[in-house]
């Protein structure tokens, strides 16, 4: 299993993004067998965007009652170790809490984890609020930037150049290795998975 671990602060459009990025997979996949699970953590009893990705199709597994940062690592490991043994897709693409570091839920995968072959991060930020978010949660937005193998900055169509210019300095900055892409998840080019699939396997 390879598995896509989407952070970023609440509000920044991952469920949208992750609704392109698993289309384009089960496209790419082209077959009757398992090949994309997608796992969701919120924070309460009733969770929101897994509406939005059951209606696009797709098989949501929820994991509530706390952050996955803290009391719910068992029940992501258990449950990512019961679709190995069980389904055993080649995809699975967690969307954890807005208030997940992603670097423990690495540490608790690799350590725990079975059938896993690879752990790619792909960290959203919201260009909009980002001067907003840099202000109030310093700590937590470093620490999901820092996580990122790829660092997708959206909702770029609503600030302007100077801004743009000014949010990759300091991505730069927090993650020097990480690519970087401007992305609009209402207008998103579908082209963008196909890219970072060839250069990274994703």
Not at 1 to 7: A, E, L, T
Not at 9 to 14: A, I, V, Y
Not at 158 to 176: F, K, S, W, Y
Request: with cysteine; glycine share 8%.
């Amino acid at each position: 299993m390879q598995v896509v671990i989407f952070g970023g602060f609440l509000g920044s459009g991952k469920t949208s993004l992750i609704l392109s990025l698993a289309h384009h997979l089960v496209a790419l996949e082209a077959s009757d067998e398992p090949s994309l699970v997608i796992l969701e953590n919120e924070i309460g009893e009733v969770g929101i965007d897994n509406k939005v990705l059951q209606a696009g199709g797709y098989s949501v597994k929820e994991l509530f009652a706390g952050c996955i940062c803290c009391t719910l690592t068992a029940d992501l490991v258990s449950t990512l170790n019961d679709l190995h043994e069980t389904v055993n897709p080649k995809w699975v693409i967690f969307e954890p809490t807005g208030l997940a570091y992603p670097n423990k839920i690495i540490e608790t995968i690799n350590q725990y984890g079975k059938g896993v072959e690879r752990i790619f991060v792909i960290a959203v930020v919201d260009a909009e609020r980002w001067e907003e978010l840099t202000e109030i949660t310093p700590s937590l937005i470093h620490g999901q930037v820092s996580s990122g193998d790829l660092v997708l900055v959206n909702k770029c169509d609503l600030v302007d150049e100077g801004q743009l210019t000014a949010i990759r300095e300091q991505l730069r900055e927090m993650n020097p290795r990480a690519g970087i892409l401007e992305v609009s998840a209402i207008s998103l080019d579908p082209s963008i998975w196909r890219k970072i699939h060839a250069s990274q396997e994703v």
